[in-house]
Each structure stands twice: as structure tokens, then as C-alpha cells.
């Protein structure tokens, strides 16, 4: 495949260009409308996620199956097949709008977008709290996994590596974990909070406790509930 065109941030208007004819296939000229083309869809994709940070995306154009076999076209027009995401690995649409014989084929892409994350200066154990100077910034590929990248050091700092991690590895959200509350068993109270009131009891852990995540008490009646780890001892359950 062959690098078709490069987008800066998110607000990159979309290229206006004449769709090529059958003819033109696969030629230097119309893999560069192909790519104007892609960086416009691109931005705008991009630009509906309202991302909070500048990113560009890497675009290469790939090639038709050699077994194709496409009637004359005067007009070839690109589309993008419903709910087709340019991120990563995809593919667009080529229909024939001016022939004798119609026909839509798909051209197959890929679009590697790169904006703002962090890696890891050292490798981490599993369990280790991370730090500010676990990890420096620089510029990542978000499109390299399918874990969102680690934006801020509040999205990271505090917290602890899910398994073991390499020095150089990009913080994603699959790689990291709240801090460990307390474990099985242990004895919690439970805050239940209303409109203008606040009650409290006692209740068993039926699982480890992670701050922010949810768990599962079993309050003194036996009743279960389900609700959010507050800290050590606390665990929130909405009404």
C-alpha cells in the first residue's frame, strides 16, 4: 500500500476533487484524489468524536483485487459503506455512476491516527502504583490497540499496573487499574444516599473492592446490593 495523504488536528476541511474515471484506477492522479478525499472524511470523523487533543492521521491507499474485472466507467465516485469508521484497518466504496453497466467495489485502507500519550520509562511489576515518573509524553498511535490511550496523568497516576509492563509501552486503558480498597469478605459500610437524606449500615464484602469500581455487600438481612468503592471502608449505592 502506498501513503495517500496526512491530516493535522481535527479541523481539516474536506478536499474537493472530480472522481476519476474506470480508466484512471489505481494511477499516481487518482490515488492522490483518493487520498483529498479520505483526509476530508477523516477530519470529520474526528471532529464529531470531539476529541480534546490535536491528532493527525496517516492514511495509505491500498489496492483493488487483482481479479476484478470493471465494466468502462466515465465517473467513478468514492463512498463510505454504512457505519464504516476510518480508524485502523477499513475500507471505502467505489461505485460507477456513469456506464452502462453500474457496479460498486470496495478498495480496502488504512488510517493510522497519532496524537498525544505516555510511556513508560521502566518496566512495572504487576500491583506497582504508578507515578509521574514512571512515564514521559510523546507522541503515540492510537490506533495500534484497541485500549483507549492514557490522555492525562489523572488518568494514570494512582493507579496500579494490571500486569507486568515493559519500559516503552504506551499507557492504555486495558494496562492499568484502581487501587485495591479491600478483599472478600472484609466487613464495609454501606452509604445510601437519597434526595435530602443519607443512611448508613454495616454489610459483607462478596468481592474485592477497587476505588471507583462497582461491587457486591450483603447487608445483616441478607438482602444483596450492588454499589461504587468509595475508599477502604466505604461503598456508595445510589437509590
Not at 509492563?165 to 499507557?171: E, I, K, R, S
Amino acid at each position: 500500500m502506498a501513503a495517500a495523504a496526512l491530516l493535522w488536528g481535527a479541523g481539516v476541511a474536506q478536499a474537493q476533487s472530480t472522481p476519476p474515471a474506470a480508466a484512471e484506477l489505481g494511477s499516481a492522479p487518482w490515488r492522490a484524489q483518493i487520498g483529498q478525499w479520505l483526509n476530508g472524511e477523516v477530519g470529520q470523523q474526528l471532529r464529531k468524536g470531539a476529541l480534546p487533543v490535536p491528532l493527525r492521521a496517516d492514511i495509505e491507499v491500498g489496492t483493488l483485487d487483482s481479479r476484478l474485472r470493471l465494466a468502462p466507467c466515465q465517473r467513478v465516485e468514492p463512498h463510505l459503506p454504512p457505519g464504516t469508521r476510518l480508524w485502523g484497518r477499513s475500507r471505502i466504496g467505489l461505485r460507477c455512476t456513469e456506464g452502462p453497466v453500474p457496479w460498486n467495489v470496495f478498495l480496502p485502507i488504512y488510517v493510522r491516527v497519532w496524537g498525544p500519550g505516555w510511556v513508560l520509562r521502566r518496566p512495572v511489576a504487576p500491583g506497582e502504583t504508578l507515578t509521574a515518573e514512571h512515564a514521559e509524553p510523546t507522541e503515540v498511535e492510537w490506533t495500534a490497540h484497541r485500549d483507549s490511550v492514557l490522555v492525562a496523568p489523572k488518568d494514570w497516576v494512582g493507579l496500579e499496573a494490571a500486569r507486568g509492563l515493559a519500559a516503552g509501552q504506551v499507557l492504555r486503558t486495558g494496562l492499568v487499574r484502581a487501587p485495591h480498597a479491600f478483599g472478600m469478605g472484609s466487613v464495609v459500610r454501606v452509604r445510601v444516599e437519597g434526595q435530602g437524606f443519607t443512611l448508613t449500615a454495616t454489610a459483607e464484602a462478596l468481592g474485592d473492592g477497587r476505588v471507583g469500581e462497582s461491587v457486591r455487600v450483603r447487608l445483616a438481612n441478607r438482602r444483596v446490593l450492588t454499589g461504587t468503592v468509595v475508599d477502604a471502608q466505604t461503598v456508595s449505592v445510589p437509590l
